[in-house]
């Protein structure tokens, strides 16, 4: 009998590219490490199968702004590829390279990766969830560092192996805010020959996605919410809302009708965004401070009032019967 991976050639990125998705059988070669959703990592000599990916663990070099108000001064960071917790039934960088396929296809380049953090961290900084000034001393940077790497970690599964900063070029702060205002579209295109390929142009999320991506995400959202410690109030708020997220994931499980010509509606954008914000908020609540905790919970119920309203249209029309 011939095994389909026998003759299969062996694993291989594009330029710039750091992960994709697989749709034909592969031997793991030195150097890369498999990911299968729900399942363990995958070795060298190990054998790949469609839907499994192919990924450069790293580490990886990212360069960009922190501060909107200072392109020049910048961060140097080293990334890798989180290693697998035991506790969690789905890994945080499975989740989120699940999550970037439904959105932009099946190959996740460094630059796109890099415009990804580069947004969310300026985000933290401009809402002072991290805090820097232009010239940091030690404990600041320190401080700020500590923030940064639950935001990676907890946002898209990545942790930071080192974190220095760095003086940018003002070509170099202008062109990344171009990828990122083009969303990597017109910014790859213009650039030299020798820049990494153009990334696909973000598909708006339906339905289908919306309740996908929550019916995944939110066990390991309500997962990292019962390892924070609060007390009174914040201790009641959260378990009504672990109790609401769990009416929710119910209905986001409920199988979806085919979406024939049904165009993805604004709600299921908000409802997406809310999502992503709410992993952010999550990733600077501390145990003592009541108000990074609250802003924290707000985005939490932001992002279920929003979902559940995003899936409820989907759920009447399931209970009068238009559904396979």
Not at 30 to 36: A, D, E, F, I, S
Not at 168 to 187: K, R
Not at 235 to 246: V, W
Not at 282 to 304: E, G
Request: some cysteine; hydrophobic content about 45%; proline content about 9%.
């Amino acid at each position: 009998m011939k095994w389909p991976w026998r003759s299969a050639t062996p694993p291989t990125l594009a330029a710039d590219h750091i992960a994709r998705r697989l749709d034909t059988h592969l031997i793991l070669h030195p150097g890369y490490c498999g990911l299968r959703p729900g399942q363990a990592r995958i070795a060298a000599g190990g054998q790949l199968q469609p839907g499994d990916w192919l990924l450069a663990p790293g580490p990886h070099t990212l360069q960009f702004p922190l501060l909107a108000a200072w392109p020049e001064c910048g961060v140097s960071l080293q990334i890798c590829a989180s290693t697998p917790d035991p506790r969690l039934p789905q890994q945080r960088l499975e989740l989120y390279l699940q999550e970037f396929a439904r959105q932009y296809g099946p190959h996740l380049s460094l630059s796109h990766l890099q415009s990804q953090i580069a947004q969310s961290v300026q985000n933290a900084c401009a809402r002072g969830r991290i805090r820097l000034s232009s010239c940091p001393d030690a404990h600041e940077w320190q401080s700020a560092r500590s923030e940064l790497e639950k935001l990676l970690y907890l946002r898209f599964g990545w942790l930071v192996e080192n974190c220095l900063p760095c003086a940018l070029q003002p070509g170099e702060a202008q062109a990344l805010a171009l990828l990122q205002a083009a969303d990597h579209a017109q910014a790859a295109a213009n650039a030299a020959p020798a820049a990494p390929p153009e990334a696909p142009a973000a598909l708006p999320p339906t339905a289908t996605a919306l309740a996908q991506r929550l019916f995944l995400e939110l066990p390991a959202l309500a997962h990292s919410w019962r390892a924070q410690t609060l007390f009174g109030a914040a201790h009641a708020q959260r378990q009504q809302l672990l109790r609401q997220a769990s009416l929710l994931e119910a209905l986001a499980a409920l199988p979806p009708r085919q979406e024939a010509g049904a165009a993805p509606s604004s709600a299921h954008a908000q409802a997406w965004q809310a999502l992503d914000a709410c992993w952010e908020t999550l990733a600077h609540a501390r145990h003592d401070d009541s108000a990074s905790q609250h802003s924290a919970l707000q985005a939490w119920q932001t992002m279920l009032t929003q979902s559940e309203a995003a899936l409820r249209p989907t759920e009447a029309r399931r209970a009068g019967g238009d559904w396979r």
